[in-house]
């Protein structure tokens, strides 16, 4: 059974283990073994900052031990995906393993986030120019995952074609 590294800030979520364990039913519902970073338990007695180091080992842990990785990279905190999400899907493509991501938003970041034209580029609201490439994310993850516009279900239903 091909392992998946489940990506995304559904750790955030309120009802994150109960949220994983439903991700991780439907992985197996396609045939794969869904690992999710809320599986690890860290020791008990940790001060913040050896908890934390303790957290990013174990999901670097995980990533290694997975086939693919399929990451939410819908917006957080703002217009763009998870920060830690992102550095883990650029992780996993180090390691050459294949990255499929998903978002509900299949708008161009242009439609996404600009809020005007100024000079004869695109600008979000703090000024910067907003890249057009057509692409609902940016061209880094866009370029180098294979991208779906939908949910989890969605994904997995993409990812089946190619990992069975």
């Known amino acids: 059974m091909k ?15 109960e949220y994983g364990q439903q991700l991780k039913a439907l992985c ?24 934390a180091h303790w957290i990013y080992q174990s999901n670097i842990g995980l990533i290694r031990q997975a ?23 650029g992780f996993a493509i180090a390691l050459g393993k294949p990255v499929w991501v998903y978002t509900h938003d299949g708008r161009s970041l242009v439609e996404q986030v600009s809020l005007g034209h100024e000079q004869g580029r695109d600008i979000d609201a703090h000024g910067f120019t907003v890249e057009d490439f057509g692409l609902n994310l940016n061209l880094m993850i866009a370029c180098s995952t294979r991208v779906v516009v939908g949910d989890a279900r969605d994904c997995l239903e993409k990812m089946v074609a190619e990992l069975t």
């Not at 392992?3 to 283990?17: E, N, S, W």
């Open 3 to 17: 392992k998946i590294y489940l990506a995304g800030p559904d750790v955030f979520r309120h009802d994150a283990v």
């Open 28 to 51: 197996e519902s396609f045939g794969f073994a869904g690992l999710y970073p809320l599986d690890n338990h860290a020791p008990a007695g940790l001060d913040k900052p050896l908890l």
């Open 67 to 89: 086939d693919a990785v399929m990451a939410n990279v819908n917006a957080f905190r703002g217009h763009e995906p998870d920060s830690g999400t992102v550095f883990e899907v």
